[in-house]
């Protein structure tokens, strides 16, 4: 016998069922749409969320925006609720990725530990002999984030994000996104040269 946990997928009849249920004020059937909508919800994250949150906080932020949905969707404006909803967490994730980020950011005087002690982290960045990788990397991440993600592949900025703001590690990160091992650190090497010759243009 099939356990019920075990179902994945739904047809469109029955999740236009449960949100019928749900839009009267089923609280059962609001759960089956939070259940039902999880697949978008884990994907709007991968595509559009670009910050150091933990993936299960997200999930949960993104629960929330389809409660929110579910109140705010006027059926009268016959507007399908899933594109209603994609939209929503679209920009939803894309605006907190930002505000994440911002958060993060370093200044450029900011005192971060150098070969020789503390120094600025534009002194660090334009010294072309340091051999301190991740503190180079960590102006990186902070400083040009948000320029970076412009140059760089959908892939290579979610490979950024999970290793260097998740703590993901590339095992994790192959397993994650099905990708080969090899495939993950050739993408990761990638976008950190990307990320080099940018600051160096910027400088």
């Known amino acids: 016998m099939k356990k019920q946990n075990e179902k994945t997928e739904y047809t469109l ?26 697949p978008l919800i884990k994907s709007s994250v991968k595509k559009y969320f670009f910050g150091s949150m933990t993936y299960e ?9 389809i409660a929110q949905c579910l109140e705010d969707y006027d059926t009268d404006k016959s507007i399908p609720f ?6 929503r967490l679209k920009y939803y994730y894309m605006d907190l990725g930002r505000k994440s980020n911002k958060d993060e950011c370093d200044s450029l005087n900011r005192q971060v530990g150098g070969k020789d002690g503390t ?72 976008a950190i040269s990307k990320l080099r010759s940018f600051m160096e243009k910027q400088a």
């Not at 906080?57 to 925006?65: I, S, T």
């Open 119 to 190: 120094v600025e982290v534009m002194e660090l960045i334009k010294d072309e002999n340091s051999s301190a990788d991740g503190n180079i990397l960590k102006c990186e991440e902070y400083l040009f984030l948000l320029k970076s993600l412009k140059i760089l592949t959908t892939r290579e900025a979610q490979i950024i994000r999970l290793y260097y703001f998740q703590n993901k590690s590339m095992k994790e990160i192959s397993r994650g996104l099905e990708l080969s091992y090899r495939t993950v650190v050739n993408t990761k090497a990638n």
């Open 57 to 65: 906080d997200l999930l949960q932020e993104g629960y929330l925006v």
């Open 13 to 38: 009849e029955e999740f236009d069922f449960q949100l019928k249920e749900a839009l009267n004020g089923s609280i059962q059937a609001t759960e089956k749409v939070m259940e039902m909508t999880s």
């Open 82 to 87: 899933l594109g209603y909803a994609r939209t």
